[in-house]
Nanobody, 126 residues
Framework: QVQLVESGGGLVQTGGSLRLSCAVSGRTLGYDALGWFRQAPGKEREVVAAINWSAGNTYYSDSVKGRFTISRDNAKNTVTLQMNSLKPEDTAVYYC???????????????????WGQGTQVTVSS
């Protein structure tokens, strides 16, 4: 059973940076996809970024492209989301998610992912 544990959320001012990490256990990762999603109060959960574990291909939503970077560490079995130039509209609970379909890094949707972390709060003050 795949388990995902996020860390690194917190409170930051506009323009600041945060780094989220997701530790993956319970599976030897290969042709899989890992994604970061977020959900703001009163809004639907949306994709932020995704990565194919074996090839390292990445996808970003338009709202974060150029500001966020997703990466993976094969040795530590972790996926990281580096968030720079944060804006108040980035405030949300951020979730790490796993898909056994390696193609799910490309234009990811919620239904592509079947294992989720507990989420970590990111708050950007204006």
């Amino acid at each position: 059973q795949v388990q995902l544990v996020e860390s690194g959320g917190g409170l930051v001012q506009t323009g600041g940076s945060l780094r989220l990490s997701c530790a993956v256990s319970g599976r030897t990762l290969g042709y899989d996809a890992l994604g970061w999603f977020r959900q703001a109060p009163g809004k639907e959960r949306e994709v932020v970024a995704a990565i194919n574990w074996s090839a390292g291909n990445t996808y970003y939503s338009d709202s974060v492209k150029g500001r966020f970077t997703i990466s993976r560490d094969n040795a530590k079995n972790t996926v990281t989301l580096q968030m720079n130039s944060l804006k108040p509209e980035d405030t949300a609970v951020y979730y790490c998610a796993f898909s056994s379909a390696g193609r799910a890094w490309y234009r990811p949707t919620l239904s592509d992912y079947d294992h989720w972390g507990q989420g970590t709060q990111v708050t950007v003050s204006s």
